[in-house]
């Protein structure tokens, strides 16, 4: 077989019309675009525009609202500070957002870590974060351990 043998199975392609190659063809003359107006004319894409009628995403309404100092928060679950205390990648003696980072736990601190309940709690763990979720507290102090929280409480936020 050569390559001027090839060719496309039967069927698997289909050949594109040509348009504006006289009125036989049957896109001739203008081409498959109606008559005159604005869309009949080249290099035009009108994304949205409704004729005059108020385009759908003006009628509707805004939603949602932004806060402009939101704090983003890294965080960081219970179970994952058990793995890395077993593998001996943290001191649960004392364990800090620094800590946190150089044991690969947490990428980028941002405005502070938080400490989720997910998982089991090690053994007698003294952590300082910048925030924890009650569940989380309850689950470290359960298991003999303390989380000083250095960050703004819940109930102060609430107010």
Partial sequence: MKLNELADNPGSAK?????????????????GRGVKGQKARSGVAVN???????????RLPKRGFKTPNA?????????????AVDAGKLDASNVTEE????????RN?????????????????KITVTGASKAAVEAVEKAGGKVTVTGATQEAAAE
């Fill in 15 to 31: 050949k594109l019309m040509r348009v504006g190659r006289g009125v036989g063809s049957g896109k001739g003359k203008t081409g």
């Fill in 99 to 106: 800590s946190l980072v150089a044991a690969g736990l947490v």
């Fill in 109 to 125: 601190v941002r405005d502070g870590v938080r400490l989720l309940a997910k998982g089991d709690a090690p053994k007698k763990l």
């Fill in 71 to 83: 704090k983003t928060h890294a965080w960081v679950n219970l179970g994952r500070i058990a793995k």
């Fill in 48 to 58: 949205g525009f409704e004729g005059g009628q108020m385009p759908i995403y003006m």
